[in-house]
């Protein structure tokens, strides 16, 4: 079938399933039949899953990509935010996407940093899977946060205080977050259209007037070769474009951990060390990053971030956004109850810290979930000593476990064994990983996306 069918053709799943299978574009009537047919019930899981495998082996171009982000945007209802008022004022809205990494805690101090501007952040995040964590996830650990919200109460708190992160409404985009289940038991996540379309048919629906995306690569990302998240980048941008969206991207690197706490408790408190002004210097230079993305998106384009971080404005914001949603920002964090020291076995140099090895460590640990649905421990998680570069004596400590379950510790220990090398001398080798191009020497901040219209 040619990409000009039109909607009175005779559509049936066999044939789309056999046209993608063929290596042939899809019309644009077969995408929305498809998505709508699926999301409603009527096209089967076995069906959708034999396409998405085609989609992941022969992909899509440019064309199929905004029709199937249009057609799960059209599944639900879009937010409209143009609405949003402070002191009679119009508030600009401006969002932040991360494609998931191990330690990534940036939204925590980021939204409070931004919103603390002026500018309304509408932060509709996500639960952790597999080795990376989720951002409502760690925000559970606060005692009384919660992250289930009305539409209503969104509004409301984002002309209140400037800053929400929420769960998104189960009518924003229904077909993605059916698509994405699906996906993930058929091993088609990775699938960069189908990784585009899932993210930016949330942002875009969510009605945010401008998007700044953090685009991860190395062993801790989906998407580990820089090339492959170089077009992830550059296809959501233009996604968002094409929507109306002002929307640019960071390629950033996740071969090492972010910062020094992996886990839920443990990287809010991270978060608050630097809304106090401190953290790890890694966590607050892509903070920083962002929030300079993002407030040159809202107009803002002599902001200085780093001036809210020392003056304690954005700790204002954050305390304000956690009372907003129900939380105590004076309650303890949990704590976990036992912790486990994994130390070096030699003198030496550390050569590789492996994000993916640590993000496994704490889902072992407790700290995630293998299936959504499943509780998580809030009290788990690891905490990094080390960095490569550094010189480690015998018997050094370079990583903390945290757990509630000591049946979990051996499995945890294993993940943490193969995240650390160590090499005799004391001078780091620059070593590149062939597969991911990543080497202890590459910035944090690899490039910046941005296209005009």
């Known amino acids: 079938m040619s990409a000009d069918a039109t909607a009175e053709e005779v559509i049936h799943a066999v044939a789309v399933i056999a046209t993608k299978r063929g290596g042939h574009e899809l019309s644009d009537a077969q995408i929305a039949w498809m998505v709508d047919g699926y999301t409603r019930g009527e096209v089967a899981p076995e069906q959708m899953s034999a396409l998405l495998m085609a989609i992941c082996l022969r992909g899509m171009n440019r064309r199929e990509i905004a029709t199937w ?11 409209d935010l143009s609405g949003l008022r402070r002191d009679g004022k119009p508030l600009t809205t401006v969002d932040k996407h ?4 191990v330690g990534d805690k940036i939204t925590l101090p980021l939204t409070p940093l931004v919103a603390s501007f002026g500018v309304a952040v509408p932060q509709l995040s996500g639960r952790g899977l597999g080795h990376t964590g989720g951002t409502l996830d760690k925000l559970e650990s606060i005692r009384g946060w919660r992250a289930e919200l009305t539409t209503e109460e969104m509004f409301a708190r984002l002309e209140e205080v400037g800053a929400v992160i929420c769960a998104a409404g189960a009518d924003l985009a229904p077909a993605d977050r059916k698509l994405y289940a699906l996906r993930d038991v058929t091993g088609t996540v990775e699938s960069i259209p189908l990784l585009a379309s899932s993210i930016m048919s949330k942002k875009i629906a969510e009605g945010t ?6 685009v991860k690569t190395g062993s801790g990302a989906f998407l580990p070769n820089e090339d492959d998240a170089r077009e992830l980048a550059s296809t959501m941008v233009e996604l968002g474009l094409d929507a109306g969206v002002d929307t640019r991207a960071l390629i950033t690197d996740m071969s090492v951990p972010l910062g020094r706490a992996v886990g839920n408790a443990v990287e809010v408190a991270e978060s608050l060390e630097v809304l106090a002004g401190g953290g790890p210097a890694d966590v607050v230079e892509l903070t920083l990053a962002l929030a300079r993305e993002m407030l040159d998106a809202a107009g803002l384009t002599d902001a200085d971030p780093a001036e809210h971080l020392a003056n304690g404005r954005a700790m204002d914001v954050w305390r304000a956004m956690i009372s907003a949603q129900g939380g105590d920002p004076d309650a303890p964090l949990p704590v976990a109850r036992l912790r486990d020291d994994l130390t070096a076995d030699t003198d030496g140099v550390v050569t590789e810290v492996d994000a993916r090895a640590v993000g496994d460590a704490a889902w072992q640990a407790g700290g995630g979930r293998s299936k959504p649905g499943e509780s998580v421990a809030a009290e788990a998680g690891v ?11 015998a018997g050094q400590p370079l990583f903390t476990l945290h757990t509630q379950d000591e049946h979990r510790i051996p499995g945890a220990r294993a993940c943490l064994r193969r995240a650390v090398r160590i090499e005799p001398g004391t001078e780091a080798p620059d070593a590149v990983d062939s597969d991911t191009g990543a080497s202890a020497t590459r910035p944090l901040i690899i490039d910046r996306v941005r296209f005009t219209r």
């Open 383 to 393: 905490i990094v000593h080390v960095r490569p570069g550094d010189r480690v004596r």
């Open 209 to 214: 007037a401008a998007l700044v995306l953090d």
């Open 69 to 79: 982000t249009q057609a799960m945007i059209d599944s639900g209802r879009r937010l």
């Open 98 to 101: 991360s494609t998931g990494g």
